[in-house]
């Protein structure tokens, strides 16, 4: 993952070249998209079926070195289709809260995914990776 928001951009920019402050968020969500956010945020699955962002509560591995990437430390489950499917999965997003709130860094999948009823989506432990170049 390696597109930041507008959002982001602009408290980087803000806090190194006009001495502002960037304030974390209390709780950061991931969130599905059935087409590409882009910067300003869109393209959310809708709320329906079970969909909900759902809340990611390890940390991430800290950010050290040359590279500029962090990567998730555990499993992110929660998402489970009930009652309907929903739309192909395209891209992902962290987001500073469950509903509203900012887009932080979204990234298209590898590959789309379909999740139906019953099906579950889930991002093992290492592969959500945020990278800041």
């Given at each position: 993952?390696?597109?930041a928001?507008?959002?982001v951009e602009n408290q980087i920019l803000n806090c190194y070249l006009n001495q502002g402050d960037i304030t974390a968020?209390?709780?950061i969500?991931?969130?599905l998209h059935s087409s590409d956010p882009t910067d300003d945020d869109g393209g959310e699955l809708a709320v329906s079926n079970g969909y909900a962002?759902?809340?990611i509560t390890t940390k991430f591995d800290t950010a050290t070195g040359a590279g500029g990437s962090i990567s998730s430390n555990a499993d992110i489950t929660g998402f489970t289709a009930s009652g309907g499917d929903w739309a192909t999965v395209t891209h992902i997003?962290?987001?500073t809260a469950a509903t509203d709130g900012n887009l932080l860094f979204h990234t298209p999948l590898a590959g789309?995914?379909?999740v139906t009823d019953g099906d579950s989506?889930?991002?093992s432990s290492g592969n959500l990776t945020v990278t800041v170049a």
């Amino acid at each position: 993952m390696s597109e930041a928001s507008d959002y982001v951009e602009n408290q980087i920019l803000n806090c190194y070249l006009n001495q502002g402050d960037i304030t974390a968020p209390t709780a950061i969500y991931l969130a599905l998209h059935s087409s590409d956010p882009t910067d300003d945020d869109g393209g959310e699955l809708a709320v329906s079926n079970g969909y909900a962002r759902v809340a990611i509560t390890t940390k991430f591995d800290t950010a050290t070195g040359a590279g500029g990437s962090i990567s998730s430390n555990a499993d992110i489950t929660g998402f489970t289709a009930s009652g309907g499917d929903w739309a192909t999965v395209t891209h992902i997003g962290i987001h500073t809260a469950a509903t509203d709130g900012n887009l932080l860094f979204h990234t298209p999948l590898a590959g789309s995914v379909t999740v139906t009823d019953g099906d579950s989506f889930q991002i093992s432990s290492g592969n959500l990776t945020v990278t800041v170049a």
